[in-house]
């Protein structure tokens, strides 16, 4: 038995002094990279959001009275001009009722003449006293009702009238109909609300889109701001518009809160239409012809080889170079075996200096520390070189290892 776990044993020491011969060496020297390269360029800070778009000002048309359309003289993307008849109601129930009240108007005026006769005649008798004066304030009563008769029914006259100018549905502003809710034939009923017949947009050919912003993302939108934005049916085509007004009520939907913000569009093209789907980038920041570095040069975590190699060179760069505010963190952490690791040796750098590995002149690692402006998910502007010696386009920042 015991033979066996010497030979077990023998085994595995071969085994180790194999590996170890044959393993390749992974020290900073040994290490082939892999490059992204420095170039200048254009770049932007955005805020995404969606939103729809819609007319700026939207009149609904309907209808004060109960009845049956009679005839409709428009129809859906119809121009319309203020004034203009968009539909008529049947009127044969209001002529016969106009014709009716007009045939009481006419016999209260011949009972108010007659009552007027009347009243005249024992208004002088009773002045000669010749009659009661009973009888004369039963003449004088008479008179009166009369009046009032021919007041009500003049009334009942005129009421009907006004409800047959109702009966003509007009457009109150020049526009598009956007939207036509009833047929020739239908019934409709004004008794409790207005009856929507039409939609009518003033001038399409400015527009504007409300878009909800995430609350962690409305301190960066500003009246004024520029916003840009695509919608399904031209995704290819960028139309640009402004924010006009940030509202300050919130949108609360599961615990999500959302502002609106308005942005006004020229649609003078005609490309845009009621209730399309806007995705929007608002432009925050915008800085041309930069030094642009691809992230993931940051991304990029060195191996421990690397890091031992790249260390006194970071100790001296970072005292040089780092500002007080923020060098003395940064040290410490290089001098602390557990944050001085591939992952967090950079952890105590603020979010905007950074920096990347290369190779310099002599083919030797380096370490350079920069200050980082504008940064998208993919690039990010190089501000300023914390050495003040700057990095020409084409330069090589190491992104990656592979093994010789």
């Avoid at 129930?93 to 007027?116: G, P």
């Avoid at 608002?282 to 991304?299: G, P, T, Y």
């Avoid at 001296?316 to 290089?334: G, R, T, V, Y």
């Avoid at 967090?344 to 920096?355: E, M, R, S, V």
Wanted: charged residues 20%; hydrophobic residues 45%.
């Amino acid at each position: 038995m015991k033979k066996w776990r010497w030979v077990v044993f023998g085994v595995l020491c071969i085994s180790a002094v194999v590996y170890f011969k044959m393993k390749p060496s992974l020290n900073a020297k040994n290490l082939a990279y892999t490059y992204t390269v420095l170039e200048k360029g254009n770049i932007e800070a955005i805020v995404s959001s969606t939103g729809a778009l819609e007319a700026i000002n939207t009149v609904e048309v309907g209808t004060q009275i109960s009845g049956t359309i009679k005839k409709i003289y428009v129809d859906y993307n119809d121009k319309v001009k203020a004034g203009q008849l968009l539909a008529e109601m049947d009127l044969n129930l209001l002529n016969t009722n106009l014709s009716s009240a007009q045939a009481n108007l006419a016999v209260s005026e011949a009972q108010l003449n007659h009552a007027r006769v009347e009243f005249e005649r024992d208004t002088k008798l009773y002045n000669l006293n010749i009659i009661a004066e009973k009888e004369y304030q039963n003449s004088k009563y008479i008179f009166e009702q009369a009046e009032s008769a021919k007041k009500a029914a003049l009334a009942a006259v005129k009421n009907i009238q006004v409800t047959i100018n109702y009966a003509h549905i007009t457009s109150p502003i020049h526009g598009t109909v956007t939207e036509r809710s009833v047929e020739e034939g239908q019934t409709v009923a004004a008794s409790f609300a207005t009856p929507r017949m039409f939609i009518i947009a003033e001038d399409l050919s400015k527009m504007q889109i409300l878009a909800d912003v995430d609350e962690s993302d409305i301190g960066y939108i500003a009246d004024g701001m520029k916003a840009r934005f695509t919608v399904q049916t031209y995704p290819q085509k960028a139309f640009i518009g402004q924010v006009s007004q940030i509202r300050m009520q919130p949108i609360k939907i599961n615990n999500v809160v959302n502002y609106q913000v308005v942005i006004d569009v020229d649609n003078s093209e005609g490309f845009l239409l009621p209730g399309m789907t806007a995705s929007i980038a608002f432009i925050i920041d915008v800085a041309n012809n930069v030094m642009l570095i691809n992230n993931s040069a940051f991304r990029f975590r060195p191996s421990e080889a690397m890091l031992e190699e790249i260390k006194p060179k970071l100790l001296q760069e970072a005292k040089m170079f780092l500002p007080d505010s923020i060098q003395l963190n940064f040290i410490d952490a290089l001098n602390n075996v557990a944050l001085y690791t591939p992952a967090d040796f950079k952890k105590k750098l603020p979010a905007k200096i950074d920096g990347f590995f290369m190779k310099d002149e002599n083919g030797k690692l380096n370490f350079k520390f920069i200050e980082i402006g504008i940064k998208t998910g993919l690039q990010s502007e190089i501000k300023a070189f914390l050495d003040s010696i700057p990095l020409k386009e084409g330069t090589k920042a190491i992104n990656g290892i592979k093994s010789k």
